[in-house]
């Protein structure tokens, strides 16, 4: 249901309401990767460029992996320090 929760919330928005997505991976009803892969989809202009960034306490590299191929623009693992996702976030909207 969160997933799908996002993905209503992103459509609902006007444009460019977000600055980026935090995007669990793991989510009852739809996971991250399909939310991500439907926002992308989706008719919204900005939904190609808005940074998504994948939290997961999954970090191999097949997890890193399937998260940018569902559209991701970078995968952080959990728990992680604040640092890391400020520099993620600030390399994709300065």
Known sequence: KKGK???DLFVE????????????????IMDGLEATKQIRASAK?????IPIIAM???????DIEK???AGMN???AKPFEPAVLF????????
């Open 5 to 7: 929760e996002g993905l």
């Open 13 to 28: 928005k006007p444009e460019n309401y977000f600055d980026a997505i935090l995007m669990d991976i793991r989510m009852p």
């Open 45 to 49: 202009e900005y939904a190609k460029i």
């Open 56 to 62: 997961s306490a999954n970090a191999f590299e097949e």
């Open 67 to 69: 998260s940018l191929l």
């Open 74 to 76: 970078a995968h952080i």
């Open 87 to 94: 520099q993620t976030l600030s390399e994709f909207i300065g």
